[in-house]
Nanobody, 122 residues
């Protein structure tokens, strides 16, 4: 399984960005994580293989939307109302084990993309 994340950039607070994760190979769960400088990697959102189920971390709930287009083998993260505290490197990841998408630990995911930088200025 290979993942390629893209779509990051420099925006102002209140702006929107859409991240994309192109995936080759089989996937059961896909998640987005982020890591800010000096902080541990944290869970952002996850989606089931069929797109029916989604799950969000509290800090992004209501602002971010995860979706997928299986015909394009791509998972998206639409980020609205961005805040400076959203600044981080964003990673997409794939989990191959049959567990629920509410399992948010990074260790529950097996394959990782290279990350894309999101910077939100105040």
């Amino acid at each position: 399984v290979q993942l390629q994340a893209s779509g990051g950039g420099l925006v102002q607070a209140g702006d929107s960005l859409r991240l994309s994760c192109a995936i080759s190979g089989r996937t059961l769960r896909t998640g987005w994580f982020r890591q800010a400088p000096g902080k541990e990697r944290e869970f952002v959102a996850a989606i089931s293989w069929d797109g029916v189920y989604t799950y969000y971390a509290n800090p992004v709930k209501g602002r971010f939307t995860i979706s997928r287009d299986n015909a394009q083998n791509t998972v998206y993260l639409q980020m609205n109302s961005l805040k400076p505290e959203d600044t981080a490197v964003y990673y997409c990841a794939v989990g191959q084990s049959v567990v629920g998408i509410t399992r948010t630990a990074a260790t529950e995911y097996d394959y990782w993309g290279q990350g894309t930088q999101v910077t939100v200025s105040s």
